[in-house]
């Protein structure tokens, strides 16, 4: 972890969880039988799921708080 781009990072970290948090509306078409199918043949439904059930918003949330705390930035 460098703690000179810290805040950088943050900043990246919270753009991408909104991002994230866009995506999960929009992944509930992954559990639709349809998208579920395209989801397999493209190889985005474990991504869509993992996002549906919120383990990427947890990790990134996990990620700003341990860089929070290490470089002891608010």
């Known amino acids: 972890m460098n703690c000179a781009t810290a ?7 919270a753009s991408e969880k909104k991002h994230a948090q866009d995506q999960q509306a929009e992944s509930i078409i992954a559990v639709t039988p349809a998208g579920a199918l395209l989801g397999l043949v493209t190889g985005t439904e474990k991504k869509r799921l993992s996002m549906l059930n919120g383990d990427y918003v947890k990790a990134l949330d996990e990620r700003a708080a341990e860089i929070k705390e290490t470089c002891n930035v608010e």
């Open 7 to 13: 805040e950088g990072d943050l900043r990246a970290i």
